[in-house]
């Protein structure tokens, strides 16, 4: 399957602002996004002319870097993101909204929700390796959509797993309101899909709208 294997910093620069990508590193002085480093000097597009480069204000150029930050955080190519987006505009209701609860009710989103991997390819990883099963059964596809009802935990093997005790112990992140964590937070439930206004990502998804619309 095709993936993104360059360096994740150049996305997050190239956007601007933090995606975290790397885990416990983008809260770090190492991130070069960080405003608590000299690295703040390579806050700018890469490339060698990416310090120098005025970016033009035009609309198509506002709704484009919105839908590559929402396709960067998720993890997601295009084609994928593109046939998501095509989904969530043939289901009732606010399409905008379809898609962010799509991306939020992938497998390894939620693997990245409960706190087992500092990132999401991280939480994908863990999923693609068989760490992961959902009602009890072993589940290797990322992009399955889980459904509310639905249980999701670890293997008991990969509970003893360094970098997952660790994460649950480092981490401060907290597990939204529409899961339900478990079993010392190895199992969450999904309580139900995903409101708006429980997605904390800052992703404006009505510009990812009106440039698939065009």
Known sequence: ???????????????????????????????????????????????????SRQRQGSEYLTQLREKQKARRIY????????????????????TGTNLLQFLELRLDNVAYRAGWGASRS???QF???????????RVTIPSYRVRPGEVVTLKNVTRENFNVKRNLDVLDRNVPGWLEAG??????????????EQIEESIKEQLIVELYSK
Request: charged share 30%; net charge positive.
């Open 1 to 51: 399957m095709a993936r993104y294997t360059g360096p994740v910093c150049r996305l997050c620069r190239r956007e601007r602002t933090k995606l975290y990508l790397k885990g416990e590193r983008c809260f770090s002085t190492k991130c070069p996004m960080s405003e608590n480093t000299d690295r703040t000097l390579r806050a700018f597009p890469p490339g060698m002319h990416g310090a």
């Open 75 to 94: 993890g997601l190519l295009e084609k994928q993101f593109r046939n998501l987006y095509e989904e969530a505009n043939r289901r009732p209701g606010i």
């Open 122 to 124: 991280q939480a994908r």
């Open 127 to 137: 999923v693609r390796h068989g760490h992961v099963n959902v009602n009890g059964k």
């Open 183 to 196: 079993e010392n937070g190895f199992s969450v439930t999904v309580r139900a899909v995903p409101q708006r």
